[in-house]
T-cell receptor, first 109, second 116 residues
């Protein structure tokens, strides 16, 4: 079956760096997405990786290794507003998005 | 760019009534629109995928007669929850993908449905 694994919850300190990991097993691969979702709101698009390597976008970076079925989202200079759930999703060979359960990130002052 | 508008943001209704939720892509033409349901502290559950001018494709276990989807144009899709019951109470979210960037889904703000 298809599976996306990411930690349920993580805690980090304001100003620090945090890495949220995601491993996946899917039938085919057409890209990996990271979305941010604040409580009670819809997800917002953060990043899209289809080739191996690191994609940097401001304070957020996303890494992909297709051979290892692994990705991470790196958040630098954490701010209180970064407290949210971070969803990892993989697009399979049918162009269907398979969603992880999300990682709740708690930022402490 | 890539703004998706979803309306209404919140609905409270009596059991047995029907509720219509609209999803519009404001500044792009959406090849495909998606309807999701999300329960508290759970991930997104895809309900159906709709392409403009054709019938929606429903996921297994989703009743097509219960959740009617109409995708009348490249910028508008609607989800109607017919004869809503308390168990239909949930957070419904739509998303849309662009013609030229079909892999990325942009989400509406979501609709919180509470059926009394």
């Amino acid at each position: 079956g298809q599976n996306i694994d990411q930690p349920t919850e993580m805690t980090a300190t304001e100003g620090a760096i945090v890495q949220i990991n995601c491993t996946y097993q899917t039938s085919g691969f057409n890209g990996l997405f990271w979305y941010q979702q604040h409580a009670g709101e819809a997800p917002t698009f953060l990043s899209y990786n289809v080739l191996d390597g690191l994609e940097e976008k401001g304070r957020f970076s996303s890494f992909l290794s297709r051979s290892k079925g692994y990705s991470y989202l790196l958040l630098k200079e954490l701010q209180m507003k970064d407290s949210a759930s971070y969803l990892c999703a993989v697009m399979d060979s049918n162009y269907q998005l398979i969603w992880g359960a999300g990682t709740k990130l708690i930022i402490k002052p | 760019g890539a703004v998706v508008s979803q309306h209404p943001s919140r609905v409270i209704c009596k059991s047995g009534t029907s509720v219509k939720i609209e999803c519009r892509s404001l500044d792009f033409q959406a090849t495909t629109m998606f309807w999701y349901r999300q329960f508290p502290k759970q991930s997104l559950m895809l309900m159906a995928t709709s392409n403009e001018g054709s019938k929606a494709t429903y996921e297994q276990g989703v009743e097509k007669d219960k959740f009617l989807i109409n995708h009348a144009s490249l910028t508008l899709s609607t989800l109607t929850v017919t004869s809503a019951h308390p168990e239909d109470s949930s957070f419904y979210i739509c998303s849309a993908s662009m013609v030229l960037a079909k892999n990325i889904q942009y989400f509406g703000a979501g609709t919180r449905l509470s059926v009394l």
